[in-house]
């Protein structure tokens, strides 16, 4: 019986490298390096999704907050989509020419917990970096704070403190 369980466990480590989380359905996400020039380009924010396999609540956003379809049409039109698999390990290019992996960029970002949502200036300045589960009225007050530019002169908390 140990022995059955060290194959199965040899099996699933040797698998893991090529388990990916999955973006929400629907969305067009690109990776991280092609999101930056892309944002370059359009001029346009990026909105970083950090995902990763297994993660529950990063299953519960998609499936209720991601499936609205208002929401994927305000992100969709404001931002440049990004996923990153916060421990994946497909290898990206910086625009800096640097590379690493998308687990070393989640570590840069400190996307320790999943999901981690941040905002990016097109010059992949951060904006605003936001943890865990949130509901569609969430991402759509994010929206509202960052495309209509609000964070140029307040921070979320104030933002959302005086929301009407």
Not at 19 to 35: I, L, M, T
Not at 39 to 61: I, N
Not at 73 to 88: F, N
Not at 115 to 125: A, N, R
Request: one cysteine or more.
């Amino acid at each position: 019986m140990k022995l059955w369980r060290g194959v199965m466990f040899g099996v699933l480590m040797l698998l893991a490298p090529w388990v990916r989380a999955d973006p929400p359905a629907d969305y067009p996400f690109v990776s991280y390096d092609q999101g930056l020039v892309r944002a370059r380009e359009e001029a346009k924010p990026v909105f970083l999704y950090f995902g990763r396999y297994g993660c529950a609540w990063c299953d519960k956003t998609n499936r209720e907050s991601f499936s609205n379809p208002e929401i994927r049409q305000r992100y969709t039109e404001h931002y440049v989509l990004v996923y990153v698999d916060a421990e994946g390990g497909r290898r990206l290019k910086l625009p800096d020419g640097e590379r690493i992996t998308e687990a070393e960029l989640g570590a840069r970002f400190k996307a320790f917990a999943t999901p981690l949502f941040v905002f990016l200036e097109p010059d992949g300045k951060v904006i605003v970096k936001i943890p865990g589960f949130k509901t569609v009225e969430d991402f759509r007050d994010f929206d509202r704070y960052v495309s209509e530019g609000h964070y140029k002169s307040r921070t979320l908390l104030q933002f959302l403190g005086g929301k009407s």
